[in-house]
């Protein structure tokens, strides 16, 4: 079975443009999560979204903003882009059903660079 | 509200070795999930290993196994034999489910080295 896939792999953009970043799950799983790694830190949480719906936020301004479409594929947006923007973004999907073997699966990832 | 903490930026380990990478964690809730991911260079966080606040045994997969100490609040991962292809980036990570919603809490992260 496939695994999550993002899409871009890399990305170059410079401060004040917007990006869209892209993410499919594992079939059958639900529950998209967003994550934001700095270098040399851990992934913080962005945003989880669940049968379309907003389910969670993480301290993270409004310039990022994401949705999740019927086929459960997900895109995060970034407007206004900062220097500080630059890092991992990480999708990850899982089944959200309510047991606490609930694991995130996590995709490649999309290193992104604001110049 | 939840916090994970890695003591270890780095570790170096002689191949064939086991090593213990250490996790210590904060929640009040009485109800978790704790897991290991492992980062290799390419940037990909995998799933290793899983332990819940109500297991009452250690959980295992493979060559990998989670020294969980409740009371000491700690999560300790385990991996015996190791290989070259271990070195990586292994993150400790916290699951917290809230007001219908879910999210991961992460550690910094230790980078194992294996030496040959």
């Known amino acids: 079975d496939a695994g999550v896939t993002q899409s871009p792999t890399h990305l170059i953009k410079t401060r004040g443009q917007q990006v869209t970043l892209r993410c499919s799950p594992i079939s059958g799983h639900k529950s998209v999560s967003w994550y934001q790694q700095v270098l040399g830190q851990g992934p913080q949480f962005i945003f989880q979204?669940?049968?379309?719906?907003?389910?969670g936020r993480g301290n993270f301004p409004d310039r990022f903003s994401a949705r999740q479409f019927p086929n459960y594929s997900s895109e995060l947006n970034v407007n206004a882009l900062l220097l500080g923007d630059s890092a991992l973004y990480l999708c990850a999907s899982s089944l959200f059903s309510g047991a606490s073997t609930d694991t995130q699966y996590f995709g490649p990832g999309t290193r992104l660079t604001v110049l | 509200a939840q916090k994970i903490t890695q003591t270890q930026p780095g570790m170096f380990v002689q191949e064939k070795e086991a090593v213990t990478l250490d996790c210590t964690y904060d929640t009040s809730d009485p109800s978790y999930g704790l897991f290991w991911y492992k980062q290799p260079s390419s940037g990909e966080m995998i799933f290793l290993i899983y332990q819940g606040s109500y297991d009452q045994q250690n959980a295992t997969e493979g060559r990998y196994s989670l020294n969980f100490q409740k009371a000491r609040k700690s999560a300790n991962l385990v991996i015996s034999a190791s290989q070259l292809g271990d070195s990586a980036m292994y993150f400790c990570?916290?699951?917290?489910?809230?007001?219908?919603?879910?999210?991961?809490?992460f550690g910094t992260g230790t980078r194992l080295t294996i030496i040959p």
């Open positions: 979204y669940y049968e379309k719906e907003e389910r």
């Open positions: 990570a916290m699951r917290e489910v809230n007001f219908g919603n879910e999210k991961l809490t």
